[in-house]
């Protein structure tokens, strides 16, 4: 079994996994996008919700949502200071 540094390297990669989901032709979400990378967010992956009936069922009007590896949601309006503390897990 492993442990010590390579496990908890490997356990914050699959932690460090983050999901924007989004619109097309979005300005808020083009916001959203600019913050995360100024903010250098690792893993961040980008899924457009227009075409996917659940998807946008579910975040139709949030949008943008900011979603962790977790399952926890930050919905938009954040700034640099809100998405960090949202990180580790402060909020």
Same mark, same amino acid.
């Given at each position: 079994m492993l442990s010590?540094?390579? @496990?908890?390297?490997? @356990? =914050?990669?699959?932690?460090l996994?983050?999901?924007? *989901? =989004?619109r &097309? +032709?979005?300005h808020?979400?083009?916001?959203? !996008?600019a913050?995360?990378a =100024?903010?250098?967010v690792?893993? !961040? &992956?980008?899924?457009?919700?227009? &075409? /996917?009936?659940? !998807?946008?069922a579910? *975040? ?7 979603? /962790?590896?977790q399952?926890?949601?930050l +919905? ?5 200071? @809100? ?9």
């Open positions: 010590g540094p390579a @496990t908890l390297a490997a @356990t =914050q990669h699959i932690n996994m983050f999901i924007l *989901y =989004q &097309d +032709d979005c808020l979400c083009d916001l959203a !996008l913050v995360l =100024q903010a250098r690792p893993g !961040l &992956d980008s899924v457009f919700i227009d &075409d /996917d009936a659940a !998807l946008e579910r *975040y139709g009007s949030r949008v943008p949502v900011l979603c /962790d590896g399952g926890r949601e +919905d938009w309006p954040f700034d640099a200071s @809100t998405l960090s503390a949202w990180m580790s897990g402060q909020r």
